[in-house]
């Protein structure tokens, strides 16, 4: 192993199944007996994918109020830092799901200036294959609007490696034709499927993200007018909620009624919901134990991940919720979910501790090599 630490980023769009890839992708190599240190993005503060992935035991960081693009001393801060505290061989860092043009605000800036410390992996992109067939015109069903989609081709532009992900949930034939559309529209780009919940398919990327170097390529040109357009078009809601209760209650079943409850508002007005996903912590549970859930469609069912074997009294709840619809109707619906569902549980009763609702700023990236 190099004395150079190995920098991989895993991008993609919201919802695309990074924070799961991730997770695989640290218990690979640590099982190699590697050192792995993560960094989470996001837009705001108090993130689900933080708490899952420390939930695994892995040293993580989390860089909050911008993209890694505008936060750029913020993340080598956060990468010297595990480094202070675990000196990792490799740092799998992932980025806010709504951010594009990594090549040239993040890794061209990061060999360019930290070349003696970081060797750079090809940059993978995931998305989703029910996502992508729609934005693509392969299927009918809810979709973005056109500068949201904007950003999500663009993601995908910048790619050395597409990574259809969640390949389980189309046949064979959808699945190539889908890969025929993205090696057409990128062929710049390796194309390769993965199911990282089934953990299938990962060998070949995990391969290529430890062994192969980032393309060296003129950085894709980026209507930052139109990107700005796109993200400010979606709304961003994070909250904290305290659950108490006096007699013991099944936080899976709060979980699952309480996503049903806000997705069943949202979807009748037409929202299109990006990522809309929570975890669980409970107060009388052992350390680290979760519950979580993921919802990465309007007309999708929400999938437990992380169960609690257990019944229990209280804890503390993360909500994660981004979609293409104003903040405060998000804000609204969670508020209004988290009543209507406390009130199904006898005797228990839920605090809002902390919320934020906006839209994300312009980025203004701190480098642009290229």
């Known amino acids: 192993m190099s004395t150079k630490a190995r920098y991989i980023m895993i991008g993609g769009f919201l919802g695309a199944g990074k924070t799961t890839t991730v997770g695989r992708l640290a218990k690979h190599l640590s099982d190699q007996g590697l050192k792995v240190g993560l960094i989470t993005n996001d837009q705001a503060g108090g993130l689900v994918d933080t708490k899952l992935l420390r939930g695994q035991g892995y040293a993580t960081e989390e860089i909050a109020g911008g993209c890694f693009c505008c936060r750029f001393n913020t993340l080598v801060d956060a990468a010297s830092k595990l480094t202070n505290d675990s000196k990792p061989d490799v740092f799998i860092a992932e980025p806010?799901?709504?951010?594009?043009?990594?090549?040239?605000?993040?890794?061209?800036?990061?060999?360019?200036?930290?070349?003696?410390?970081?060797?750079?992996?090809?940059?993978?992109?995931?998305?989703?294959?029910?996502?992508?067939?729609?934005?693509?015109?392969?299927?009918?069903?809810?979709?973005?609007?056109?500068?949201?989609?904007?950003?999500?081709?663009?993601?995908?532009?910048?790619?050395?490696?597409?990574?259809?992900?969640?390949s389980d949930l189309i046949d064979d034939t959808q699945r190539e034709e889908l890969r025929a559309v993205l090696t057409k529209e990128f062929p710049l780009a390796k194309v390769v499927t993965a199911s990282p919940r089934q953990e299938t398919g990962l060998d070949e990327l995990f391969a290529s993200l430890m062994t192969d170097e980032q393309a060296r390529r003129?950085?894709?040109?980026?209507?930052?007018?139109?990107?700005?357009?796109?993200?400010?078009?979606?709304?961003?809601?994070?909250?904290?909620?305290?659950?108490?209760?006096?007699?013991?209650?099944?936080?899976?079943?709060?979980?699952?009624?309480?996503?049903?409850?806000?997705?069943?508002?949202l979807q009748p007005a037409?929202?299109?919901?990006?990522?809309?996903?929570?975890?669980?912590?409970?107060?009388?549970?052992?350390?680290?134990?979760?519950a979580s859930i993921n919802l990465v469609r309007s007309d999708y069912v929400a999938e437990l991940g992380m169960e609690l074997d257990e019944p229990t009294t209280g804890g503390q709840l993360i909500v994660n919720l981004r979609a293409e619809a104003d903040p405060t109707s998000l804000m609204e619906a969670v508020k209004a979910g988290v009543e209507a569902t406390a009130s199904q549980f006898f005797g228990l009763k839920a605090t809002l501790d902390h919320e934020e609702h906006f839209r994300p700023g312009k980025p203004t990236p701190t480098h642009r090599d290229g």
Not at 251 to 264: M, P, R
Request: glycine share 8%; with cysteine; hydrophobic share 40%.
């Open 96 to 166: 806010v799901g709504s951010c594009t043009d990594l090549v040239a605000t993040v890794t061209y800036p990061l060999r360019r200036m930290y070349g003696d410390s970081f060797t750079i992996a090809p940059l993978s992109v995931l998305v989703d294959p029910i996502r992508a067939r729609r934005v693509f015109g392969l299927d009918d069903g809810g979709t973005f609007s056109t500068k949201v989609a904007y950003i999500f081709k663009k993601q995908l532009e910048e790619a050395d490696i597409i990574v259809i992900s969640k």
């Open 270 to 290: 037409g929202v299109e919901i990006a990522h809309f996903k929570m975890t669980f912590s409970p107060d009388d549970g052992i350390a680290g134990e979760l």
């Open 218 to 265: 003129n950085p894709m040109a980026v209507d930052y007018e139109v990107y700005a357009d796109g993200e400010a078009l979606l709304g961003w809601l994070n909250a904290t909620v305290t659950l108490k209760s006096d007699d013991e209650f099944d936080a899976n079943d709060f979980l699952k009624k309480l996503a049903t409850h806000v997705q069943g508002r």
